[in-house]
């Protein structure tokens, strides 16, 4: 008959009372308790551990299991080719969560970035209902724009980085910068933000304050944030002002292009402030000299001195005087004999000498004659072709604003032609229309024509 072997019998373990769990006692002896020191989790559990191991592709972490756990190096980060000892210290605690306890080696493997991403989740979650900033570092430059790491990877489109456009996006890799939420969608794992968001915020405040403390009359310095067709637009450290184009220069300018570039820093005159609109209107030439002063100055009715043509219109031509000071040379005015067509005396670009007619200080208007020059008779030339619009520039002729006595002295041997042809002349000169419909170029000898209500009023760059 087979003997049956008895097992022995297991010792009572009773804790130890006081220690937490941590000790027992067995047959009277005191022995640490070491299964109380594994912390009990599961798969999907974010835990806390200490790291005791760096290598170049993986990280040791020691959580209070039979082992420690491994974090590979390609769930250290969402970043890309990340270097382990640039993510994490020797003795740092990190959070990381479970992905299995036990692989086909034994080993419990865990990832940190995903336990940073469902921290993250919350967070940015949390930020997008609340309209708070998050804060993040921009760690990628790609087409279209920026990733953002907040523990999740955020874009932030190119548009939203700045109030502005920004020409190279490559400043901002390494930086850490704070952005709005502005589209979430969790099972898609996308993130959308906007620093322009958070930027325009902080610039409300910061108009009001300027807005405050800006009066008319005052010279202020700025920089060209934008050239648009109708002016320029001036940032004010926080809020932008427009120059409109007839306030860039004494003398006609076609397009602000020609006087300022994006970027220069220039000194301003505030005109007027809309303070329940925010509109700020500003002056560049009201920092310069006016030549139109210096005209006033040094020159009186009678002098002669010599110009350049620089258009010729139907109903005559303008002389350039002085930079950025023009005059008219009636038709009437350009020879003793009778012009049908400005062209066949004057072209643009010709020196010619002109006879001060009229100086009208108040109105800055100039008139000028050709044929009064003493000793001075300008060749007609032949074959000119007739001006474009023909007639229908007299139509368009500006209010001039001459007096009416101006061009009344006929020269003598005058033939009957044009003794006849002069009340016609006179007409032309009363006859108001448009001044920008004909003739844009004589805005540098008027008073500066008002900014365009329309596109002042939409011109702010936010």
């Known amino acids: 008959m087979e003997a049956t072997l008895t097992p022995p019998a297991i010792p009572e373990a009773r804790v130890v009372e006081g220690s937490d769990g941590m000790l027992l006692e067995i047959d009277g002896h005191i022995v640490p308790n070491y299964d109380a020191t594994i912390v009990p989790f599961d798969e999907g559990d974010v835990v806390t551990g200490k790291v005791v191991r760096i290598d170049k592709d993986e ?7 039979k082992s420690e756990g491994v974090i590979p190096n ?6 890309k080719s990340v270097d382990p000892h640039e993510e994490v210290e020797l003795g740092e605690e990190v959070d990381a969560l479970v992905l299995t306890k036990e692989d086909q080696d034994g080993r419990l493997i865990l990832s940190k970035k995903r336990a940073r991403f469902e921290r993250a989740w919350r967070k940015i979650e949390a930020a997008a209902e609340s309209g708070e ?7 990628e430059v790609v087409k279209g724009g920026l990733i953002v790491d907040l523990g999740v990877r955020g874009f932030l489109p190119a548009s939203l980085v700045d109030i502005r456009r920004v020409p190279n996006l490559d400043e901002y890799l390494g930086q850490t910068i704070q952005t709005k939420v502005i589209e979430l969608n969790r099972s898609r794992n996308n993130v959308v933000l906007s620093r322009r968001a958070v930027l325009e915020e902080e610039r409300k405040e910061q108009r009001q304050a300027i807005l405050e403390r800006l009066q008319p009359g005052q010279v202020i310095e700025g920089q060209i944030s934008n050239i648009v067709d109708f002016g ?3 940032d004010l450290d926080g809020i932008d002002g427009l120059i409109h184009i007839s306030e860039l220069s004494w003398s006609h300018v076609n397009h ?5 570039n994006i970027g220069d820093t220039v000194e301003v005159k505030v005109l007027d402030i809309d303070r329940d609109r925010q509109r700020i209107s500003l002056g560049l030439k009201q920092t310069q000299e006016d030549p139109w002063q210096r005209v006033v100055d040094t ?6 001195l010599e110009g350049t043509v620089t258009k010729v219109v139907a109903f005559g031509a303008f002389v350039e005087i002085l930079e950025g000071v023009e005059g008219l040379v009636h038709i009437s005015e350009l020879a003793q004999q009778h012009v049908e067509n400005p062209r066949e005396i004057v072209q643009p670009g010709d020196e010619v000498k002109v006879k001060i007619l009229e100086i009208d200080s108040e109105r800055r208007r100039l008139s000028l004659s050709i044929k009064r020059v003493e000793g001075q008779v300008l060749q007609r030339r032949e074959g000119v072709d007739a001006l474009e619009g023909g007639a229908g520039d007299l139509e368009d002729l500006p209010e001039l604003g001459l007096s009416e006595d101006v061009f009344a002295e006929q020269p003598p041997a005058a033939p009957d032609d044009d003794v006849a042809e002069q ?11 448009e001044p920008e ?15 365009a209500d329309a596109p002042s009023e939409g011109s702010e760059q936010e």
């Open 59 to 65: 990280v040791l972490v020691d959580i209070g299991y």
């Open 74 to 79: 390609n769930e250290l980060s969402i970043r």
């Open 133 to 139: 900033p998050v804060n993040g570092a921009v760690i």
């Open 232 to 234: 320029a637009f001036v």
């Open 256 to 260: 602000p292009s020609e006087v300022l």
């Open 299 to 304: 020159y009186h009715v009678g002098d002669e």
């Open 423 to 433: 009340p016609e002349a006179e007409a032309a000169v009363e006859s108001p229309a």
């Open 437 to 451: 419909a004909e003739e844009p170029q004589a805005a540098a000898t008027e008073e500066p024509a008002e900014q």
